[in-house]
Nanobody
Framework: QVQLVESGGGLVRSGGSLRLSCAAS????????MGWFRQAPGKEREFLAT????????NYADPVKGRFTISRDNAKNTVYLQMNSLKPEDTALYYC????????????WGQGTQVTVSS
């Protein structure tokens, strides 16, 4: 069973940066497509970024394109989300997720880490 644990959230001022980490265990990390999502209070969960199994390919949602960078270290079983130029509207609970080879959607989720951006 794949387990995902996010860390790195916190309180930051507008314009600041944070790097989120997501450590995976219980499976073969290099075989998973990984993604980051967020959910703000009263809003639906929102896709942010995804990275292929090798790390060679990435894709971003428009609201974070150019500000956020997803990366992974398969030797450390960890995926990262570097967040720069943060805005108050980036405040949310941030989740990482894994999509296994046979899955059509993300089928393993972490518990989330809170990011709060003050103005």
């Amino acid at each position: 069973q794949v387990q995902l644990v996010e860390s790195g959230g916190g309180l930051v001022r507008s314009g600041g940066s944070l790097r989120l980490s997501c450590a995976a265990s219980g499976g073969t990390f290099s075989s998973y497509t990984m993604g980051w999502f967020r959910q703000a209070p009263g809003k639906e969960r929102e896709f942010l970024a995804t990275i292929t199994r090798s790390g060679a390919g990435t894709n971003y949602a428009d609201p974070v394109k150019g500000r956020f960078t997803i990366s992974r270290d398969n030797a450390k079983n960890t995926v990262y989300l570097q967040m720069n130029s943060l805005k108050p509207e980036d405040t949310a609970l941030y989740y990482c997720a894994a999509r296994t080879k046979t899955a059509n959607s993300y089928d393993h989720w972490g518990q989330g880490t809170q990011v709060t951006v003050s103005s």
